[in-house]
């Protein structure tokens, strides 16, 4: 799945002449926490995020009698440029979600701004949207089972247990497969359009697969 699939779009942007009240403002009015900072054709600068609005007016608020209301022209009179994050993460229209996924996380970020060729705002993914983005396909919501299989990791056995699965004539919503759970296995996640599966449970095992009971689970 790509990121262009996932994002958010059209999205709020601001120019870094904008003041942070006028920032603040735009977030506060879409709900959103972070706004990519673009010149006046499009093309990424910068981030701003609410904590960015935040730590600019913490330091003034230190000064002996500081007032809500200057802390108010403090945001009207501070433009965006001078707040923004300049070195920014981003997302390019071509990237997987799995790549999405991994610079959220190396880089510890909420979102990613997502730049088509010419460098050009054209969307932009949250944390929240991948989240909801896998929630979707692994079916999670939907009248269905699980089942955790270990197996073998050798070619053909993931086919062997989707034909096992198949012959009791349910669909599989969903699979997963992990890393090496013990040297020489890989476990296998199955979401089943069915409910009553311990007739496939009894099926697999049979077949010699080991059934990962959630209450024994400690890998």
Known sequence: MFVSRRMQKPIVTVTPSASLAEAREQMRGHNVRQIPVTTEDGKLVGILSDRDIRGAVLPAGLVPGFTA?????????????????????TATLTDTLEDAIVLLHDFNVNALPVVDAEGK????????????????????GEVSSRLEV??????????????????????????????????????????????????????????????????????
């Open 69 to 89: 209301e200057e802390a108010e022209k403090f945001l009207k009179n501070t433009p965006v440029g001078k707040v923004m994050t300049r070195k920014v993460v």
């Open 121 to 140: 705002v054209a969307g932009i993914i949250t944390r929240m949207n991948v989240l909801e983005a896998f929630i979707d396909v692994l079916g999670v």
């Open 150 to 219: 270990v197996v073998p990791d050798r070619p053909g056995t993931l086919a062997q247990l989707v034909g096992i699965i198949s012959s009791f004539h349910v669909n599989i919503t969903s699979v997963l497969a992990t890393g090496h759970v013990v040297e020489g296995k890989r476990a296998n996640f199955f979401r089943i359009a069915a409910l009553n599966v311990a007739p496939i449970k009894k099926a697999i095992e049979e077949a010699g697969f080991e059934i990962l009971d959630p209450s024994q689970y400690t890998i």
